[in-house]
């Protein structure tokens, strides 16, 4: 059974940065493409960032030069390096593994982000 576990959501003020990272239970995560979508009350969820299984990434243009998404393949762990933020950045973040294998669309739990203003 896959399981994606996300970590690193916080209350931060604006301008501050984090690290969200995302901890996923397969074998086979380096030929894995992975990704980081947000959901903010009221709105649907969107994609952030993504990252292919050879190191490609592509941004969302609302924080392209604030959000950096990268992988760890030896860990298994993808992650979402977050800069200058701002209080639209506040949402829940889940992580997501498109299996290379199976085909098959995973999801994290989601981890708080909270940017005060």
């Known amino acids: 059974q896959v399981q994606l576990v996300e970590s690193g959501g916080v209350l931060v003020q604006a301008g501050g940065s984090l690290r969200l990272s995302c901890a996923a239970s397969v074998s086979t995560f380096s030929r894995d493409a992975m990704g980081w979508h947000r959901q903010a009350p009221g709105k649907q969820r969107e994609l952030v960032a993504a990252i292919s299984s050879g190191g490609s990434t592509n941004y969302a243009d609302s924080v392209k030069g604030r959000l950096t998404i990268s992988r760890d393949n030896a860990k298994n762990t993808v992650y979402l390096q977050m800069s200058s933020l701002k209080p639209e950045d506040t949402a829940v973040y889940y992580c997501?593994?498109?299996?290379?294998?199976?085909?098959?669309?995973?999801w994290g739990q989601g981890t708080q982000v909270t940017v005060s203003s």
């Open positions: 997501r593994m498109d299996s290379y294998y199976s085909h098959l669309r995973y």
